[in-house]
């Protein structure tokens, strides 16, 4: 056995040494070859590794991540929806299949920490329960975290965990800050401790510090929202007893939630509960998952054309090398041993290949991420290329190399060594194979063209119409309000900055919302109940997408209105309640009739609540559209102005004349209004809005790209079996020539030969892209799947590709002398 052991690892690296000098001796077949493997090796590890850190990888500080989950209102089936902070300690006491259940905010707030020296910056702290900590099994770095010695009881417990990072970027890891008062938003607040390294909680959200949840009043949020059980704004998650599996905690969940639904009808009417395995976005996995599988789905495709690319060059390699072959198997070379020799050059190429990929799939990693947009939370993902991804690229560049050579090797090792010796005849075998690898680049190819082109265009559909606002020339900032401001002064204060802001001369126009659009609305106004219309599924009222906006919002914006006015400064506290609504609610409740002066109640959703005031429509505007990954919308857009309803919050909005930015203009006047406020954060509103458009633009960008090199290499293997036929029928050709056939003859007659494939291979692209963009209806905003303009222009762009690739070798072909080509060596 030792003996057979060391003559195996003695032959493969004789064939490996034998492989590396062949490779060397033709140094343009191993650089075109390995950077082709390595761009296909290199955008399959970019989508691995995005795949890992998005739905596989452990969170880190978190101890078992196994048995945490996540628990949530069922939506669309799936987990995990908002629920409210009643709900949670229902939940928490009568749960048994659980250690326990914490919450945590569905996005970190974002703070004013107040300097020793009277500055002001901004800090994002995510709000979460006493035990979430505990929960997690985290352990502080220093200090302590938070444990049942602190009080759930609301504002008794002004205490605040640190971040590593921050503590680190912030204060240098001074071990002293524990036990020091920091001032946020006016309130001081004391250091427990800071978190361990690298511990972020379980999901791809970061924060600078984490506040307990019941802090909520002293940092100018609702208090009434720790009372209110249909407010939904946090995201639950647990612990599950030891024995216990997912299905048993979810059939317990079952039936909590009907009898939360039993109990309190009103908020609860419909209402099921899911609990799913822990994810670094709860909520989203679904359609992430689906997002990256139409990632590897386009990245394999690149793969599969480079490995189509290396067999069809391996093949011609393989005719070249013919005799040598045959001398080899005359002198007593087994088939074995030859399979064995040329699948060693193929794999020492694609091992070149994978390493270079590892290094692209950095680069590749950054491009990404420069195409994502701005979230209204900060996140922090590890894109770093750790042992698994480099244990993937190994795997992939193996069964890679496997796929690419085995074939060319077989075929090569059956070479006729009578026949080889005599004249080197052709193998037909060997051409057709290689005539089919060229074949499948082409239908590969064609098919990215196409996913890329009917992404362009969903971006371009979007873009212009489907968005129904546009954000382009826009920035926006979250407004820091006067510390002990009532809501009448808070209201004043954002309107005399949008006020400011309109009279800076580079500035078109301004206003104020509670939210921007984006898939991210829901400002908690409560439901709307419409006289004479039943609510769905039993419950009182039908849920709303709600903002709050100041006159002159759609304009700036540039939101269409279908029908009626804009909110004016008589819309203001005491004056008759108005709404504008979205197209589609006028649409539903009042099809082909006038929405104008119509009333809808609103209502806010606790037991027998009666409806808090009748709102009169005075506008219908066109409803946003958004993407598949973030529009959690219900579609019954409703907006009511700032000075009768305010919330606490406001984002300014500034459109600029001439499309630059104005951020400097936006902060100076924001700032010499508060100036005990953190300098605001100026957003570029189109990369914000545009947060639902990631899936289109980030598979657009790589179908687009990777298409581009998937038609070079087609064109490649065009070009090369062109210019081999051209080669191997040179005599032919000369033979026609001198019996009178036309230049214009032969060149027809080359062109043919290689349209031919290129034509085979189109149609075949053509009908596999008819098959799979159906698939992708749901990313196309309206565009058709099949799509005549991508389709066409696929097709119209390979023709030319396959026409300019065959043009030189048929080119070549009339230019042969006959003399030349008749001549006896």
């Given at each position: 056995?030792?003996?057979?052991?060391?003559?195996?690892?003695?032959?493969?690296?004789?064939?490996?040494?034998?492989?590396?000098?062949?490779?060397?001796?033709?140094?343009?077949?191993?650089?075109?070859?390995?950077?082709?493997?390595?761009?296909?090796?290199?955008?399959?590890?970019?989508?691995?590794?995005?795949?890992?850190?998005?739905?596989?990888?452990?969170?880190?500080?978190?101890?078992?991540?196994?048995?945490?989950?996540?628990?949530?209102?069922?939506?669309?089936?799936?987990?995990?929806?908002?629920?409210?902070?009643?709900?949670?300690?229902?939940?928490?006491?009568?749960?048994?299949?659980?250690?326990?259940?914490?919450?945590?905010?569905?996005?970190?707030?974002?703070?004013?920490?107040?300097?020793a020296n009277g500055g002001a910056e901004r800090a994002v702290a995510a709000l979460v329960t006493i035990n979430y900590f505990s929960m997690l099994g985290a352990v502080p770095s220093t200090g302590r975290l938070f444990d049942p010695r602190d009080s759930e009881a609301p504002d008794a417990s002004p205490i605040v965990v640190l971040s590593h990072r921050y503590w680190s970027r912030r204060f240098g890891q001074d071990?002293?800050?524990?036990?020091?008062?920091?001032?946020?938003?006016?309130?001081?607040?004391?250091?427990?401790?800071?978190?361990?390294?690298?511990?972020?909680?379980?999901?791809?959200?970061?924060?600078?510090?984490?506040?307990?949840?019941?802090?909520?009043?002293?940092?100018?949020?609702?208090?009434?929202?720790?009372?209110?059980?249909?407010?939904?704004?946090?995201?639950?998650?647990?612990?599950?007893?030891?024995?216990?599996?997912?299905?048993?905690?979810?059939?317990?969940?079952?039936?909590?939630?009907?009898?939360?639904?039993?109990?309190?009808?009103?908020?609860?009417?419909?209402?099921?509960?899911?609990?799913?395995?822990?994810?670094?976005?709860?909520?989203?996995?679904?359609?992430?998952?689906?997002?990256?599988?139409?990632?590897?789905?386009?990245?394999?495709?690149?793969?599969?054309?480079?490995?189509?690319?290396?067999?069809?060059?391996?093949?011609?390699?393989?005719?070249?090398?013919?005799?040598?072959?045959?001398?080899?198997?005359?002198?007593?070379?087994?088939?074995?041993?030859?399979?064995?020799?040329?699948?060693?050059?193929?794999?020492?190429?694609?091992?070149?290949?994978?390493?270079?990929?590892?290094?692209?799939?950095?680069?590749?990693?950054?491009?990404?991420?420069?195409?994502?947009?701005?979230?209204?939370?900060?996140?922090?993902?590890?894109?770093?290329?750790?042992?698994?991804?480099?244990?993937?690229?190994?795997?992939?560049?193996?069964?890679?190399?496997?796929?690419?050579?085995?074939?060319?090797?077989?075929?090569?090792?059956?070479?006729?060594?009578?026949?080889?010796?005599?004249?080197?005849?052709?193998?037909?075998?060997?051409?057709?194979?290689?005539?089919?690898?060229?074949?499948?680049?082409?239908?590969?190819?064609?098919?990215?063209?196409?996913?890329?082109?009917?992404?362009?265009?969903?971006?371009?559909?979007?873009?212009?119409?489907?968005?129904?606002?546009?954000?382009?020339?826009?920035?926006?900032?979250?407004?820091?309000?006067?510390?002990?401001?009532?809501?009448?002064?808070?209201?004043?204060?954002?309107?005399?900055?949008?006020?400011?802001?309109?009279?800076?001369?580079?500035?078109?126009?301004?206003?104020?919302?509670?939210?921007?659009?984006?898939?991210?609305?829901?400002?908690?106004?409560?439901?709307?109940?419409?006289?004479?219309?039943?609510?769905?599924?039993?419950?009182?009222?039908?849920?709303?997408?709600?903002?709050?906006?100041?006159?002159?919002?759609?304009?700036?914006?540039?939101?269409?209105?279908?029908?009626?006015?804009?909110?004016?400064?008589?819309?203001?506290?005491?004056?008759?309640?108005?709404?504008?609504?979205?197209?589609?609610?006028?649409?539903?409740?009042?099809?082909?009739?006038?929405?104008?002066?119509?009333?809808?109640?609103?209502?806010?959703?606790?037991?027998?609540?009666?409806?808090?005031?009748?709102?009169?429509?005075?506008?219908?505007?066109?409803?946003?559209?958004?993407?598949?990954?973030?529009?959690?919308?219900?579609?019954?857009?409703?907006?009511?102005?700032?000075?009768?309803?305010?919330?606490?919050?406001?984002?300014?909005?500034?459109?600029?004349?001439?499309?630059?930015?104005?951020?400097?203009?936006?902060?100076?006047?924001?700032?010499?209004?508060?100036?005990?406020?953190?300098?605001?954060?100026?957003?570029?509103?189109?990369?914000?809005?545009?947060?639902?458009?990631?899936?289109?633009?980030?598979?657009?960008?790589?179908?687009?790209?990777?298409?581009?090199?998937?038609?070079?290499?087609?064109?490649?293997?065009?070009?090369?079996?062109?210019?081999?036929?051209?080669?191997?029928?040179?005599?032919?050709?000369?033979?026609?020539?001198?019996?009178?056939?036309?230049?214009?003859?032969?060149?027809?007659?080359?062109?043919?030969?290689?349209?031919?494939?290129?034509?085979?291979?189109?149609?075949?692209?053509?009908?596999?892209?008819?098959?799979?963009?159906?698939?992708?209806?749901?990313?196309?905003?309206?565009?058709?799947?099949?799509?005549?303009?991508?389709?066409?222009?696929?097709?119209?762009?390979?023709?030319?590709?396959?026409?300019?690739?065959?043009?030189?070798?048929?080119?070549?072909?009339?230019?042969?002398?006959?003399?030349?080509?008749?001549?006896?060596?």
């Amino acid at each position: 056995m030792i003996g057979w052991l060391l003559r195996t690892a003695d032959d493969a690296s004789r064939d490996i040494r034998h492989a590396a000098r062949l490779l060397r001796r033709d140094v343009l077949f191993t650089l075109t070859a390995a950077i082709s493997v390595a761009i296909g090796i290199g955008a399959n590890t970019t989508i691995f590794t995005i795949a890992q850190a998005l739905l596989f990888r452990p969170p880190a500080g978190v101890a078992d991540p196994g048995r945490v989950v996540d628990i949530g209102v069922a939506r669309q089936q799936q987990c995990c929806g908002t629920t409210s902070y009643p709900n949670y300690v229902d939940l928490r006491s009568r749960a048994t299949t659980l250690e326990g259940i914490y919450a945590s905010t569905l996005f970190p707030q974002e703070l004013t920490l107040t300097t020793a020296n009277g500055g002001a910056e901004r800090a994002v702290a995510a709000l979460v329960t006493i035990n979430y900590f505990s929960m997690l099994g985290a352990v502080p770095s220093t200090g302590r975290l938070f444990d049942p010695r602190d009080s759930e009881a609301p504002d008794a417990s002004p205490i605040v965990v640190l971040s590593h990072r921050y503590w680190s970027r912030r204060f240098g890891q001074d071990p002293a800050i524990v036990g020091r008062t920091l001032s946020l938003n006016g309130q001081p607040f004391t250091v427990a401790g800071v978190a361990s390294e690298g511990f972020q909680g379980t999901g791809v959200r970061t924060s600078d510090m984490w506040v307990p949840l019941t802090m909520t009043a002293s940092l100018d949020k609702q208090p009434a929202i720790l009372t209110s059980r249909a407010s939904g704004w946090l995201l639950l998650g647990g612990r599950l007893k030891r024995g216990v599996s997912i299905a048993q905690a979810g059939a317990e969940f079952d039936a909590i939630g009907r009898a939360l639904e039993r109990e309190y009808p009103d908020e609860n009417a419909g209402v099921g509960w899911r609990i799913s395995r822990l994810s670094p976005v709860p909520g989203n996995s679904g359609p992430i998952a689906a997002f990256l599988l139409l990632l590897t789905s386009i990245v394999g495709v690149i793969l599969a054309i480079a490995c189509a690319n290396v067999a069809g060059v391996l093949l011609a390699r393989a005719s070249v090398r013919r005799r040598e072959i045959a001398v080899r198997m005359a002198i007593g070379a087994g088939r074995t041993r030859l399979v064995r020799q040329l699948l060693a050059e193929t794999l020492l190429l694609f091992a070149l290949g994978g390493a270079t990929g590892l290094v692209a799939a950095r680069a590749m990693t950054s491009a990404l991420a420069a195409l994502l947009p701005i979230l209204p939370f900060p996140i922090d993902v590890s894109l770093a290329l750790d042992a698994r991804a480099v244990v993937f690229t190994m795997a992939l560049a193996l069964v890679a190399a496997l796929g690419s050579g085995l074939a060319p090797a077989l075929q090569a090792s059956r070479a006729d060594v009578l026949s080889a010796l005599k004249d080197d005849a052709q193998a037909n075998g060997r051409l057709r194979l290689r005539h089919a690898f060229v074949a499948a680049q082409v239908a590969l190819s064609i098919v990215l063209v196409i996913v890329a082109g009917l992404f362009a265009r969903a971006l371009r559909e979007a873009g212009s119409t489907a968005r129904g606002f546009d954000p382009r020339g826009v920035e926006a900032a979250a407004i820091a309000l006067p510390a002990g401001r009532t809501p009448a002064s808070a209201v004043a204060f954002v309107h005399e900055a949008t006020d400011r802001l309109r009279g800076l001369p580079r500035v078109q126009d301004a206003a104020a919302a509670a939210m921007l659009p984006g898939g991210f609305e829901g400002v908690g106004l409560g439901g709307v109940e419409v006289p004479g219309v039943p609510a769905p599924s039993g419950k009182p009222v039908f849920d709303a997408d709600w903002n709050i906006v100041e006159p002159g919002y759609f304009r700036t914006m540039r939101v269409a209105f279908v029908e009626g006015r804009d909110f004016t400064e008589r819309d203001r506290t005491g004056a008759r309640p108005v709404i504008i609504v979205g197209e589609a609610v006028a649409r539903r409740f009042w099809p082909g009739q006038s929405a104008i002066g119509r009333q809808v109640l609103q209502r806010e959703m606790r037991p027998h609540a009666p409806p808090v005031r009748a709102l009169t429509i005075v506008g219908v505007v066109r409803d946003p559209g958004y993407g598949t990954l973030v529009d959690g919308t219900t579609g019954m857009f409703m907006y009511v102005p700032m000075q009768q309803q305010f919330l606490g919050r406001a984002v300014v909005v500034v459109r600029s004349r001439d499309g630059r930015t104005v951020a400097d203009d936006v902060r100076g006047v924001l700032g010499a209004m508060n100036p005990a406020a953190a300098m605001p954060d100026v957003q570029d509103a189109e990369r914000y809005t545009s947060v639902g458009l990631v899936a289109q633009r980030v598979a657009g960008a790589v179908a687009g790209s990777l298409g581009v090199v998937g038609v070079l290499l087609a064109a490649i293997g065009i070009y090369g079996v062109t210019a081999y036929a051209v080669t191997r029928r040179t005599r032919e050709i000369g033979i026609r020539i001198a019996l009178g056939a036309e230049r214009g003859d032969v060149m027809r007659m080359v062109l043919r030969h290689g349209l031919s494939l290129a034509a085979i291979g189109s149609a075949a692209g053509l009908a596999l892209a008819a098959a799979v963009s159906r698939l992708l209806t749901a990313f196309l905003f309206g565009v058709s799947p099949l799509d005549p303009v991508a389709f066409a222009g696929a097709a119209a762009l390979f023709a030319a590709v396959g026409l300019i690739a065959c043009y030189g070798p048929a080119r070549r072909a009339t230019r042969i002398d006959p003399l030349e080509a008749l001549r006896v060596e």
